[in-house]
């Protein structure tokens, strides 16, 4: 069963910058995808950025191109994602999962952590 943790959101100014973690408490993240969903205060879950843990192939949603990056560290099976230049459209819970295969629809994914908030001021 694949656990998820994540950590690293706070408060930060407009242009600043937040690294968030997830850790992974699983026997092989070979196969996986992993992903960063994002969800503000009254909409919808949305898909931020995915990276295939085998190939370190990644994906990016278009509001965050250029800013945002994710990556892995295999040997402490964790995944990153490294925000700069925030904004306040960034404010959201961030939520850390993992399923087979990636998808853009969030419920899709099986597998999800608790969530970490991410607030932008201005």
């Known amino acids: 069963q694949v656990q998820l943790h994540e950590s690293g959101g706070g408060l930060v100014q407009a242009g600043g910058s937040l690294r968030l973690s997830c850790a992974a408490s699983?026997?092989?993240?070979?196969?996986?995808?992993v992903a960063w969903f994002r969800q503000a205060a009254g909409k919808e879950r949305e898909f931020v950025a995915t990276?295939?843990?085998?190939?370190?192939?990644?994906l990016y949603a278009d509001p965050v191109k250029g800013r945002f990056t994710i990556s892995r560290d295999s040997a402490k099976k964790t995944v990153y994602l490294q925000m700069n230049s925030l904004n306040s459209e960034d404010t959201a819970v961030y939520y850390c999962?993992?399923?087979?295969?990636?998808?853009?629809?969030?419920?899709?994914?099986?597998?999800w952590g608790q969530g970490t908030q991410v607030a932008v001021s201005s």
């Open positions: 999962a993992a399923a087979p295969r990636f998808s853009r629809n969030w419920r899709e994914w099986d597998t």
């Open positions: 699983v026997p092989s993240f070979s196969n996986y995808a």
């Open positions: 990276i295939i843990w085998s190939g370190g192939n990644t």
